[in-house]
């Protein structure tokens, strides 16, 4: 064995703690990004989550809800089976959702005159949400009474609108409302509470 196989080199103690600290620094940052990603995910599950269940996001297709909601809306709905006479809905309806707004609930008789003014248990419904009447497609024998679970609804944009003026729609049962309309997110311009 040569002199210089015999030495060992040994590392100074600089260069020890430069290679701990290297090392230390490695696993640091390696459990600090497992941490991030991990609690990015879960941020993005709870958000899905309230998302789908609490406040649903929807786009608006069609003007059945126009003047208040027009084609390409985005709107939030919170996910409640408390919703009044005048409160825009959405509900699930042949695989598709619809957004209608509530006219009458169980029990209540509604009928519409030919110009389309809209009776409540005989008292006259104030619309202020509406640009003109219209009896629309309507196929149901007038005065119609509600049925135990359901709510009447119609669309805005009353002589296009199919809803449950029609029997194709018909009332809409408790179980199929997905949530109340409150908030318009898109455009810009429009953002706010829906009326």
């Known amino acids: ?13 600089d260069l020890l703690e430069a290679e701990l600290e290297r090392e230390q620094y490695k696993n640091s ?42 084609d390409g809306d985005i709107v939030v709905s919170v996910n409640s089976s408390g919703y009044q006479i005048g409160d ?29 003014n809209v009776y409540v248990n005989e008292q006259l419904l104030e619309e202020p949400y509406i640009s003109e009447k219209a009896l629309g497609d309507c196929d149901i024998r007038l005065p119609y009474q509600v049925p ?18 029609n029997t194709a729609v018909g009332c809409v049962s408790n179980d199929k409302v997905i949530g109340k309309i409150l908030f318009r997110v898109w455009p810009l311009r429009e953002v706010g509470i829906v009326h």
């Open 29 to 70: 940052f390696g459990r600090m990004l497992r941490s991030t990603v991990f609690s990015l995910l879960v941020v993005a599950a709870i958000a899905v989550l309230i998302a789908v269940l609490l406040l649903p996001v929807l786009q608006i297709s069609g003007t059945s809800m126009s003047p208040s909601l027009q």
């Open 148 to 165: 135990d679970g359901r709510c009447f609804v119609m669309g805005d944009h009353r002589a296009t609108s199919v809803d449950s003026r």
């Open 88 to 116: 825009i809905i959405a509900f699930y309806y042949n695989n598709n959702i619809l957004i209608k707004r509530v006219i009458a609930s169980a029990g209540d008789w509604v009928n519409i005159d030919p110009d389309g």
């Open 1 to 13: 064995m040569s002199e210089s196989e015999n030495k060992l080199e040994i590392p100074s103690l």
